[in-house]
């Protein structure tokens, strides 16, 4: 059994940034983080052996301490506002392709497009982005354009880590379904997903067998699951290398590894070890 790495896979520099911004910040005194700082439970559990607690964005009672952060994910100017208004103090970890993508969807809806956003509802990084534009229309799916409004100008962009292709179909759908609409798209999928999408796609060339190492509600991981799914191949999702079977890889030839946006490096590393010794065991079995 060979084991292949993606070329791209795992912590991208937004992740990595927050990380290391929330422990920096907990080394001075309390610290709450409104939410789930990235959506990977071993980061939440390195956070939390630093004294990090967790609060809700929408619920100025569940923090711990007079010092919050904004998650990865970001937020609304209006949720920063009330929380600063209530004397938190507000740290913000918000990635900054993120910020880009609120940027941009504010220059829009200031040259007088209605706004609208592809992406998963009720995601936090979608509430973010719509919080400040209640007349914001979400699409996921073809199934949603039904809701379009009937606009004389359209403002499109997406939440970071969608897929490229499903957005730019999306795209093609919302102006199909709105022909006499000024469609204007920005294209916000970030570099980090693309390259992992990308890295997934070559990997999927050369094995028969995936194993995706992410949080299971992060929404870049179940986007790579699903690509490497609707492919055809065996996929395994897991959060850490101790879920690893040696019986889901009897019949593999080539596995390969990759990882999520918010999964750790040394997470992967550990997987990799793991799926090693795995290939040994069933190769002495073998024999």
């Known amino acids: 059994m060979k084991i292949q790495l993606a070329e791209h896979y795992g912590l ?21 983080i409104l939410g789930e700082l990235v959506h990977n439970p071993v980061v939440r559990e390195r956070l939390a052996r630093h004294g990090v607690r967790e609060g809700a964005l929408d619920d100025r009672d569940s923090a711990q301490s007079t010092q919050v952060m904004i998650t990865a994910h970001g937020a609304s100017d209006k949720a920063r506002g009330e929380w600063r208004n209530a004397g938190f103090g507000v740290a913000d970890g918000t ?46 799916s073809a199934e949603d354009l039904a809701n379009l409004p009937t606009a004389a100008r359209l403002g499109v962009i997406s939440q970071t880590t969608q897929p490229s292709e499903k957005v730019l179909a999306l795209v093609d759908a919302i102006r199909i379904a709105r022909p006499a609409s000024e469609v204007r798209f920005c294209d916000t999928v970030c570099q ?58 009897r019949a593999a030839r080539v596995v390969g590894i990759t990882a999520g946006t918010s999964t750790l490096k040394e997470t992967v590393a550990t997987v990799r070890i793991r799926l090693e010794a795995i290939a040994t065991e069933l190769s002495l079995a073998a024999h």
């Open 12 to 32: 991208c520099f937004g992740v990595r940034d927050a990380i290391a911004q929330a422990e920096e910040l907990a080394t001075r005194g309390p610290l709450t």
């Open 95 to 140: 990635c900054p392709l993120v910020l880009q993508a609120h940027e941009k969807l504010r220059a829009l809806v200031e040259q007088g497009f209605v706004p609208v956003v592809i992406g998963k509802r009720g995601h936090v990084e979608v509430n973010g982005l719509t919080g400040d534009f209640p007349d914001a229309c979400i699409i996921e």
């Open 192 to 249: 980090p997903t693309k390259n992992r999408q990308s890295a997934l796609r070559k990997l999927i060339e050369e094995c028969d067998t995936l194993v995706v190492v992410g949080g299971r509600n992060s929404n870049n991981t179940l986007q790579l699951v699903a690509a490497a799914t609707v492919a055809g191949r065996a996929v395994h999702h897991v959060e850490r290398a101790e879920e690893l079977r040696p019986d889901w890889f």
